[in-house]
């Protein structure tokens, strides 16, 4: 097992069932969490659920598309701990929406969710990395084939994935940074598609099933730890072959 005593995780949309999976994972393996999402009593809830003592972990608000909120959040860290071992962008927003029916606001929104909230938080955490440190950026399968109904989606996360490349080379080679690409997972954000074509996607995925929030969770920590320290500006696909096979 990896250990991550001593060291600090900031989360961002941590009450989503992925992310809630990966807080869970760097608990166990020792690390301080600090959760942040735009759900504040939720976030908080899970937080004291997963730490009544609120010792080693806590819940705190940030809209992940406000650069405001991740300046807060980057202050407080500073304040409880001085410094910031991981970090894991994972606050996204996925919703239907064909590109003829998407209002200029709603491009906006996701954009400034999913791709906006990356680089405001990954900003306003580089001073606090230490070395030796590591950053994962939740990106999606859908970011590198696009996804019908889900443009704006597709797009952001397209951007993350290079801004996860160019990130990597500007941290090198006190922080690693890689990101993770999440396909057919088992949550809610997915149930939609499920209804409307479940069964074809899983027949067309090489492994036939859908994936577990814990698998991803698993590849971001292991990313995160010392048995991926000769590996920066990657992206690994969690899709059971999908990728490859579409």
């Not at 994972?25 to 301080?32: D, E, K, S």
């Not at 991981?86 to 954009?111: C, N, P």
């Not at 209804?195 to 990313?223: C, D, F, H, N, W």
Request: glycine share 10%.
């Amino acid at each position: 097992m990896h250990d991550f005593g001593g060291r600090v995780l900031w989360l961002t949309g941590a009450n989503g069932v992925i992310s809630r999976e990966i807080a869970r994972i760097f608990l166990c393996l020792g690390a301080f969490c600090v959760l942040t999402d735009l759900d504040e009593t939720g976030i908080k809830d899970f937080a004291r659920e997963l730490d009544s003592t609120e010792e080693r972990v806590v819940g705190i608000k940030q809209d992940a598309g406000k650069s405001v909120d991740a300046d807060a959040v980057a202050a407080e860290i500073n304040r409880r701990f001085g410094k910031l071992d991981f970090l894991v962008t994972s606050a996204g927003l996925y919703r239907d929406q064909m590109i003829h029916d998407m209002t200029d606001e709603q491009w906006k929104l996701s954009t400034a969710v999913n791709l906006d909230g990356v680089f405001f938080t990954c900003r306003a955490a580089i001073p606090l990395l230490a070395k030796g440190g590591a950053v994962v950026n939740v990106a999606s399968v859908a970011g590198h084939c696009g996804s019908y109904n889900h443009s704006s989606y597709a797009t952001s996360k397209g951007g993350v994935l290079t801004f996860t490349r160019s990130l990597a080379l500007e941290l090198a080679p006190d922080v690693r940074v890689n990101a993770v690409s999440p396909g057919l997972i088992d949550t809610p954000m997915v149930k939609t598609l499920l209804e409307k074509q479940g069964q074809q996607l899983i027949a067309s995925t090489p492994l036939k099933r859908m994936g577990r929030p814990q698998e991803v969770a698993q590849t971001v920590a292991y990313l995160c730890s010392d048995w991926a320290s000769f590996i920066t500006g990657e992206t690994v696909h969690i899709n059971g072959g999908r990728y490859i096979a579409s």
